[in-house]
């Protein structure tokens, strides 16, 4: 049950992305392309969970795990504050 909802994860945060995308490139504001940035790193932090306990569970992807979902809230942050007046 557990890979289901890894990849579950990972579908519904890549297509937040895609959906963001496409209305950034519709409408050009600004902060519909940070929000696609970060749920396409979002997603990816998912991939990376499927693959640290599921894939490959004697390889650690841990510290990847969260500087990528780290990385990926920093831009989100970013088109918040700057982006945002």
Same mark, same amino acid.
């Given at each position: 049950?557990?890979?289901?909802?890894?990849?579950l994860g990972t579908?519904?945060?890549?297509?937040?992305?895609? %959906?963001?995308?496409?209305?950034?490139?519709?409408?050009?504001?600004?902060? @519909? #392309?940070?929000? /696609?940035?970060?749920?396409?790193? =979002?997603?990816?932090?998912?991939?990376?969970?499927?693959?640290? %306990?599921?894939?490959?569970?004697?390889?650690?992807?841990?510290?990847?795990? @969260? #500087?990528?979902? /780290?990385?990926?809230?920093?831009? =989100?942050l970013y088109g918040?504050?700057?982006?945002?007046?």
């Open positions: 049950m557990a890979p289901a909802v890894y990849i579908i519904v945060a890549i297509a937040c992305g895609i %959906l963001l995308l496409r209305g950034y490139l519709q409408g050009r504001q600004k902060l @519909l #392309l940070w929000s /696609s940035v970060c749920f396409f790193g =979002l997603g990816i932090s998912n991939f990376l969970i499927l693959l640290d %306990l599921v894939v490959f569970p004697d390889i650690d992807f841990y510290l990847a795990r @969260l #500087l990528t979902a /780290s990385l990926a809230m920093l831009f =989100l918040l504050i700057w982006e945002g007046q």
